[in-house]
């Protein structure tokens, strides 16, 4: 058999509700510190959920033009901001006028919601007496474009595409990165996820699936509250999460240092059900022994798994099911933690998130918790580093993701 390139993480960069750059996104998940809070940006008189996984402190116009921050989705400049560090994470710079570069650097990104929010704001305005949409209302509610704007902010010429495909997006543009790479299409990928879902009619969409916290704190940053036993859904949340990918022996040439290696990737479908898990659990446990299968790695090599955990009292319940049945008696050893109780569910950028704190991670050998875990469900018994982060090295992580519309996605991270 002809041996894969080896595909490898060499750049970083974040713009998270607890954290805007890497740095800070790393900071802040160790010490457990939350970016949920009270949404303030519109009334929520109409809504009973009011708190959402918020970035605070973050200028899009330190990005991109006034222009262009207006005829784009609020997702867009958190998506430049992250990638623009990343490349430079990587150490790579593209001059302007160095078109066999552009042409060798791609970009795959991941989103949920893409522009709803954009199109729901020139609905609103379109209804409203004497109001008046952008012309760029399709173009930026348009999922297609989205990685467009990536790809003309940072001048990069090679394959631009949008992977949608729910909660799962951005570990799928991962994988399909991955994919692009080894094909010896391009010598790099930018690719992540991004999004940015707060808006009033997306949350009430949200509050009549059932699926949404609804329940009111002293604290926001309590509301979000994976595999606790008075869970009672998930806190929306915003931001992006974006990478440098490349095959090891490119990173090596250039004299790139790699983070941590993408060893294996799998993508499912359980073709059940529009937003549950499938209980039989067949097709959650088959994309993650598939991703470690690809990866070369037995489930007892994993040291630690970033779990999907959204505080659905279904999908946690199933979540935990799955890892015990993949792992066996092994499960309750692995230590495991849920980034979304730091920064809400950020819908299709929540694969990328956990990914992110992830390498992060495997960079410190400092693992984060999951907050809010003080009474936990008697059906979700795994370890997950409750509230205070633990020192333990990482040499083989396994980061899972569900998905509406029964999708199922698993990378397998190595160090290198």
Same mark, same amino acid.
């Given at each position: 058999m002809t041996r894969l390139p080896r595909i490898v993480i060499t750049g970083l960069g974040v713009v998270s509700p607890n954290g805007v750059g890497r740095e800070n996104f790393d900071s802040a998940c160790v010490s457990g510190r939350s970016g949920v809070k009270t949404i303030t940006a519109f009334d929520t008189a109409g809504l009973k959920?009011?708190?959402?996984?918020?970035?605070?402190?973050?200028?899009?116009?330190?990005?991109?033009s006034p222009a262009d921050v207006r005829r784009t989705p609020r997702m867009i400049p958190f998506a430049v901001a992250a990638a623009k560090e990343a490349l430079n994470? +990587?150490?790579?710079?593209?001059? /302007?006028?160095?078109? $066999?570069?552009?042409?060798?650097? =791609? @970009?795959?990104?991941?989103?949920?919601?893409?522009?709803?929010?954009?199109?729901?704001?020139?609905?609103?305005?379109?209804?409203a007496a004497g109001g008046k949409p952008s012309p760029f209302a399709i173009t930026a509610g348009t999922h297609g474009n989205l990685s467009s704007e990536l790809s003309i902010q940072l001048k990069l010429r090679g394959p631009s595409h949008v992977l949608s495909t729910?909660?799962?997006?951005?570990?799928?543009?991962?994988?399909?990165?991955?994919?692009?790479?080894?094909?010896?299409?391009?010598?790099?990928?930018?690719?992540?996820? +991004?999004?940015?879902?707060?808006? /009033?009619?997306?949350? $009430?969409?949200?509050?009549?699936? =059932? @699926?949404?916290?609804?329940?009111?704190?002293?604290?926001?940053?309590?509301?979000?509250?994976?595999?606790?036993?008075?869970?009672?859904?998930?806190?929306?949340?915003?931001?992006?999460?974006?990478?440098?990918?490349?095959?090891?022996?490119?990173?090596?040439?250039?004299?790139?240092?790699?983070?941590?290696?993408?060893?294996?990737?799998?993508?499912?479908?359980?073709?059940?059900?529009?937003?549950?898990?499938?209980?039989?659990?067949?097709?959650?446990?088959?994309?993650?022994?598939?991703?470690?299968?690809?990866?070369?790695?037995?489930?007892?090599?994993?040291?630690?798994?970033?779990?999907?955990?959204?505080?659905?009292?279904?999908?946690?319940?199933?979540?935990?099911?799955?890892i015990k049945r993949v792992f066996e008696d092994h499960a309750k050893s692995i230590p495991a933690s849920a980034t979304k109780s730091f920064v809400g569910h950020p819908q299709g950028a929540g694969g990328a998130a956990g990914i992110a704190a992830t390498v992060l991670m495997m960079q410190s050998g400092r693992m984060h918790p999951t907050i809010n875990l003080t009474q936990r469900d008697p059906e979700c018994d795994l370890d997950y580093i409750a509230n205070t982060s633990r020192d333990h090295a990482i040499n083989v992580a396994l980061c899972n993701c569900i998905a509406f519309g029964s999708k199922n996605s698993a990378i397998v991270l190595k160090t290198v």
């Open positions: 959920s009011r708190y959402a996984g918020i970035v605070d402190g973050f200028d899009p116009l330190s990005v991109m994470h +990587a150490g790579l710079e593209v001059a /302007p006028d160095d078109i $066999a570069l552009q042409r060798r650097i =791609g @970009v795959t990104l991941g989103t949920g919601g893409g522009g709803l929010g954009f199109v729901e704001d020139q609905y609103r305005r379109m209804f729910g909660c799962a997006s951005s570990t799928d543009a991962i994988g399909h990165a991955m994919m692009i790479l080894r094909s010896g299409v391009t010598d790099v990928m930018v690719c992540g996820g +991004a999004d940015a879902p707060i808006m /009033p009619g997306i949350l $009430a969409g949200f509050e009549l699936m =059932g @699926v949404i916290s609804t329940r009111q704190f002293g604290d926001p940053a309590l509301a979000s509250r994976p595999f606790n036993a008075d869970r009672d859904g998930f806190i929306l949340g915003e931001g992006a999460w974006m990478f440098v990918l490349e095959t090891a022996e490119h990173a090596e040439k250039r004299g790139a240092k790699a983070l941590a290696e993408v060893a294996g990737y799998a993508s499912t479908c359980d073709a059940f059900h529009r937003v549950q898990i499938a209980p039989d659990l067949a097709e959650c446990t088959r994309a993650i022994g598939e991703a470690l299968m690809a990866a070369g790695v037995h489930p007892r090599d994993v040291d630690y798994i970033n779990l999907h955990g959204t505080g659905t009292q279904l999908n946690d319940k199933l979540e935990t099911a799955a």
